[in-house]
């Protein structure tokens, strides 16, 4: 069973680097796009790939545009077509929004139309915002070089009420914690004992393979 159902519409660089990675995760993902090329090259990597016009409300509807979780308009360059869209998923029920803006401008108009988030750049973001659409218990993420990063996470609610002996979290995903804190509070306190037990409105930070936990994560697997 899928993990989410995405659409994204507008197939460049930025919605088609979002759309592969989301199906790198499990992710059911609707992708639109007038020019049929843009639809044919991603079609191989998503649920559903499809040549319309996304400021068609009737069309986004008879896409199933309506059952998805969260929607990224990725066209940025039109911003009639970027507003349009974002109304045509205000009126879908879409409970998440997340548009692109190719300038401050822009951003204003769609934050002020309804968007849930508007972001503004290319490829590099497109895998960022994939990533947060994904996130489960991360927080925050601080890369330390190209496989290992800092991981602010909130602990799952499974979690609660056990120690890190118990958990045994660098044998089951590859994590070393290295400070927790309460969610209230910016000190971190990095001398804990193995026996620390995990209380609600806890949050650990530790190092580890980004891509390896940010998987665990997205994929709903810890335990």
């Known amino acids: 069973m899928a993990i989410k159902t995405i659409g994204v519409l507008g197939l460049g660089i930025f919605g088609s680097s979002i759309a592969k990675e989301l199906n790198e995760f499990d992710c059911d ?17 998503v649920t559903q790939a499809v040549q319309g016009n996304i400021t068609d409300l009737n069309f986004l509807r008879s896409i199933g545009l309506d059952n998805c979780d969260v929607v990224v308009v990725a066209t940025g360059t039109s911003l009639e077509s970027s507003v349009l869209a974002i109304m045509n998923c205000k009126k879908l029920g879409v409970a998440s929004i997340i548009a692109k803006a190719k300038n401050k401008s822009f951003m204003e108009v769609l934050y002020e139309i309804g968007a849930t988030k508007v972001i503004r750049p290319e490829k590099e973001a497109g895998t960022r915002v994939a990533k947060n659409v994904l ?5 925050d993420i601080v890369d330390l070089d190209e496989d290992y990063a800092v991981i602010e996470f909130r602990p799952p609610i499974r979690w609660i009420g056990k120690t890190f002996d118990e958990l045994d979290l660098r044998q089951k995903y590859e994590i070393n914690i290295i400070g927790v804190r309460k969610t209230a509070q910016k000190r971190m306190d990095v001398s804990f004992s193995p026996d620390y037990r995990i209380e609600e409105g806890t949050v650990l930070v530790g190092i580890a393979e980004s891509e390896i936990f940010e998987r665990y994560d997205y994929l709903n697997k810890l335990k």
């Open 29 to 45: 993902v609707i992708a639109v796009d007038r020019d049929i090329d843009n639809v044919e090259r991603i079609e191989p990597y």
């Open 135 to 139: 996130r489960k218990h991360i927080t």
